[in-house]
């Protein structure tokens, strides 16, 4: 078993499983570095180019820490805009395959309310989506974060370039303080720094510089 294959992490054979069939036998550079620390249950900021495999990266560790049969918003990941919401949602829904009954919604922006309201009536496990609408959800309360167990920020450079701070900071209010937090970002200025040191508990920052 090579120091970067998969099944070093300890993950659900069903997951196992999908990654085999789905050919990615090797991790990449920031799989490695952060896949060990996400499944342990720590806060992590990882930066690295585009491409670069960030999405399996806290989509493995959000389902190796869900629990199927417990039908309740268990993670959530925001996203700057709604395209990549979208392949984020096709991206879980591909690793999560072999794990029955799972669902994953999708809440952005410019979509209608309507749909958007029955669907978050049925219930979720996991929840992707636009911080302003999310935020809009939560105000009205329709969304229960109680049992949410992991929180991901993904492109949080672009989602603070769009000026979503402040739906940001309302999102995160309503999670509970007990939680994994995953920060991904291309980049790490001083905005990103600020929201990450207001927001994570003692997090390991991993940087891969190469493009894989
Ligand atoms: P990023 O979020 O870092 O921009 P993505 O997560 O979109 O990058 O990953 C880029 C592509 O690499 C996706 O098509 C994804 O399916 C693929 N991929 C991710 N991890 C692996 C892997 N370990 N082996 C093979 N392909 C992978
Ligand atoms: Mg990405």
Redesign the pocket.
């Known amino acids: 078993m090579s120091q970067s294959s998969?099944s070093t992490l300890g993950l659900k054979p069903e997951l196992l499983n999908t990654?085999e069939s789905?050919?990615?036998?090797?991790?990449?550079p920031?799989?490695a570095e952060s896949l060990p620390l996400i499944v342990e249950g720590k806060d992590v900021i990882a930066q690295?180019?585009?491409?670069?495999?960030?999405?399996?990266?806290f989509s493995l560790g959000l389902l190796q820490a869900l629990d199927v049969k417990r039908f309740r918003i268990q993670a959530m990941v925001l996203c700057p805009t709604r395209e990549l919401a979208d392949?984020v949602a096709k991206?879980i829904r591909?690793l999560a395959r072999g794990i029955h009954n799972i669902k994953v919604l999708t809440l952005c922006g410019g979509s209608p309310m309507g749909p958007q309201i029955g669907s978050l009536e049925h219930g979720a496990h996991i929840i992707v989506g636009t911080p302003g609408r999310i935020e809009d959800h939560l105000s009205k309360k329709r969304l229960d974060l109680s049992e949410l167990k992991t929180l991901v920020l993904?492109?949080a450079d672009r989602m603070l370039e769009m000026g979503f701070q402040s739906s940001m900071d309302a999102v995160i209010d309503a999670a509970p303080k007990q939680r994994q937090t995953l920060l991904?970002s291309?980049t790490y200025g001083d905005e990103v720094a600020g929201i990450a040191n207001k927001i994570m508990i003692d997090p390991t920052s991993i940087k891969v510089e190469s493009n894989h």
């Open positions: 998969f990654l789905l050919t990615y036998t090797e991790m990449t920031i799989q690295a180019k585009t491409g670069s495999g960030k999405t399996a990266a392949q991206e591909t993904d492109e991904f291309a």
